[in-house]
Structure formats: C-alpha cells, structure tokens
C-alpha cells in the first residue's frame, strides 16, 4: 500500500519538475523571440484594385544577402514564389498577410519584429500590371495608402 507521504513527496517532484521545465523554456523564449514594435495603418481607396480585395505580405528577411533577393522581386513574383522562399529559408524570414478589401482603414497596428531583422518588404498583389512592392524601414511607424492601380508608403505623423 502506498503511503500518503509518498504520494505527497511524488507530487511535489512532479510539480517542482514542471516548474523547472517551465522555467527553462520561458528563459530560451526571451533568448530567442527577441521583439521590437513597428506600427503601420493601411487605408485603403474605395477603389482599390477595381474594388476587388488587395492580398498584401509584410515580409521581414533576416538574412543580408536574402535581403537583396527579395528586393528584386516584383509583387507578382513574391506570391509566385512566396511558399518556397519560406520552405528554402524557413528562420529567415517571416510574413505577415493580409487581404485588404476597397475603402477599408485600420487604426495603428502594432506588429511585433524580430529584433535581427534586416530588411522589410511590402507586396500587394494588384490585377494590373506594376512592382507592387516597397521596402519598409521598421524603425519608423508608416502610413500605407492602398490606391486605384498601386500603394504608396509614408511615415506615420
């Protein structure tokens, strides 16, 4: 028969081992996840893309020379392509989509980046021909206006 003291005593290794485990993994995390905010609003026009919705990628690159990649790309090409830069470079980069709809406006948004971050990139995948694509300077909180037939990218006043 087992002894109240053991099932006390096995108890209390359980929930110190947990603690332990929890600990552990919250120390790795804020090693690892370390954030910074960037705010941006998007406003967009009522006659955004034809008044069709506006599919939109903040992409962040971790990686210098990736960085360089990726500002090559036109919108077209990052969405063609899109699922295999993140298979190829999975702790490289990270995306944040959207799907915009004409006349919609967003308040600040407050987006958490990964402090290593080299360099950000807008996509927004219009019907009509264009780049379709801004680097995005993350220290600075900005202002996107989705308009007609592309968007432009202003500082946040």
């Not at 026009?45 to 962040?60: E, Q, R, T, Y």
């Not at 500002?71 to 298979?87: G, H, I, P």
Request: charged share 20%.
């Amino acid at each position: 028969m087992i002894s109240r003291t053991h099932i006390v005593a096995v108890l209390s290794c359980v929930v110190f081992a947990s603690a332990c485990a929890v600990s552990k993994h919250a120390t790795n995390a804020a090693g690892i996840h370390k954030q910074i905010k960037f705010f941006m609003q998007l406003n967009v026009s009522p006659a955004a893309n034809s008044n069709n919705p506006i599919p939109m990628d903040l992409v962040m690159v971790l990686d210098k020379k990736l960085v360089k990649e990726v500002a090559k790309l036109t919108a077209k090409d990052w969405f063609e392509r899109r699922v295999q830069v993140q298979r190829d470079y999975p702790n490289l980069t990270e995306v944040i989509p959207w799907e915009l709809v004409p006349g919609q406006h967003t308040g600040s948004i407050s987006i958490d980046m990964n402090v290593k971050t080299q360099g950000a990139f807008l996509f927004a995948r219009y019907l009509v021909p264009g780049d379709h694509r801004a680097a995005v300077d993350v220290r600075v909180p900005i202002v996107v206006n989705l308009l007609e037939e592309d968007f432009t990218v202003q500082p946040l006043k």
